[in-house]
T-cell receptor
Framework: DAGITQSPRHKVTETGTPVTLRCHQTENHRYMYWYRQDPGHGLRLIHYSYGVKDTDKGEVSDGYSVSRSKTEDFLLTLESATSSQTSVYFC?????????????FGSGTRLTVV | RKEVEQDPGPFNVPEGATVAFNCTYSNSASQSFFWYRQDCRKEPKLLMSVYSSGNEDGRFTAQLNRASQYISLLIRDSKLSDSATYLCVVNGLTGGGNKLTFGTGTQLKVEL
């Protein structure tokens, strides 16, 4: 399995504060992704990266920014947390080609904004 | 219309039963298809890819109908350990990058 870890695993924060979530991978994968998962919506793409300093928006990027200064780290920042950003956040890497292509997810970060 | 649609369930089946899940997708340009499994409060994990010719992995069979934009997953001889949420996933390559679009999932509960 690809080494992918997320931190923190759980966080409670107050409305209006900035929050940064970290995704770390150990296998030099080029593509990394941030998703959020909410009941009734499934997994929705926030931002993704296709290399160091190369990032792009997903379908629900408002209120979020990302940075990738090193291949192994992809950071997600909630610039000013709101209650609507209470969610489970998953980082993923893509690996393999053709029939072996797939995503590997981190264990997730449960974020509560109060 | 959602890009990937699934019946949320839950499907409650007895152990040993055969159960089938269906999924439809809206983007006819989608090129890759997958089923992921997600256990409660865990991350999604790849169950199997779905090929045009259909493919089987043990008790699991996946099929794709491109003309109808429809994907299916069949589970035979259900086990208690199959209880999970099954996510239908497509890769449409929309906007560049290998981005996957996930359905909201179908919940399966296998009972004694």
């Amino acid at each position: 399995d690809a080494g992918i870890t997320q931190s923190p695993r759980h966080k409670v924060t107050e409305t209006g504060t900035p929050v940064t979530l970290r995704c770390h991978q150990t296998e030099n994968h080029r593509y990394m992704y941030w998703y959020r998962q909410d009941p009734g919506h499934g997994l929705r793409l926030i931002h993704y990266s296709y290399g160091v300093k190369d990032t792009d928006k997903g379908e629900v990027s408002d209120g979020y920014s990302v940075s990738r200064s090193k291949t192994e780290d992809f950071l997600l920042t909630l610039e000013s947390a709101t209650s609507s950003q209470t969610s489970v956040y998953f980082c993923a890497i893509s690996s393999g080609t053709g029939r072996s292509y797939g995503y590997t997810f981190g264990s997730g970060t449960r974020l509560t904004v109060v | 219309r959602k890009e990937v649609e699934q019946d949320p369930g839950p499907f409650n089946v007895p152990e040993g039963a055969t159960v089938a899940f269906n999924c439809t997708y809206s983007n006819s340009a989608s090129q890759s298809f997958f089923w992921y499994r997600q256990d409660c409060r865990k991350e999604p994990k790849l169950l199997m890819s779905v090929y045009s010719s259909g493919n089987e992995d043990g008790r699991f069979t996946a099929q794709l109908n491109r003309a109808s934009q429809y994907i299916s997953l069949l589970i035979r001889d259900s086990k208690l350990s199959d209880s999970a949420t099954y996510l239908c996933v497509v890769n449409g390559l929309t906007g560049g990058g290998n981005k996957l679009t996930f359905g909201t999932g179908t919940q399966l509960k296998v009972e004694l």
